[in-house]
């Protein structure tokens, strides 16, 4: 199973000592997001920083994704005087989270190259 990061790693660049209970599906989701979106570019057996660093972030929002759809009711808007509420439904909430996964990606790995010298997100002609 590919991952970027193990725990202790994780806790190093996020300056943290918790880590998620579940952990291990979070990294191998988390990689395996990444390595689709890079097109496969990145060395699994020595990645750049730049990679484990978005590896531990992509985690983090995962983790924050599911947490709020378990939670399903996650209130959207609210009015007061004619009470009225809005909730998130879980489609609302992982389009959300797709577009802040990809940003972190466009973020922190526009100009990193990969394996093929060729920038990690670069796709060819599209």
Same mark, same amino acid.
């Given at each position: 199973m590919l +991952?970027?990061?193990?725990?202790e790693e994780y806790k190093g660049l996020l300056g943290t000592e918790n880590v998620p209970n579940n952990f291990? +599906?979070?990294v191998i989701e988390a990689s395996n997001y990444i =390595?689709? =979106?890079t097109?496969?570019?990145?060395?699994e057996n020595n990645p750049p920083k730049e990679v484990k660093y978005v590896t531990c972030l992509i985690i983090d929002l995962i983790k924050e994704q599911e947490d709020k759809i378990s939670e399903l009711g996650t209130l959207k808007s609210q009015e007061i005087e004619g009470w009225k509420e809005s909730y998130s439904t879980p489609e609302e909430i992982n389009k959300n989270y797709s577009n802040k996964k990809y940003a972190i990606l466009q973020t922190y790995l526009w100009n990193v190259i990969g394996t093929d010298g060729n920038p990690l997100l670069y796709c060819g002609v599209c």
């Open positions: +991952k970027y990061v193990d725990q291990t +599906k979070l =390595n689709h =979106n097109f496969g570019r990145i060395k």
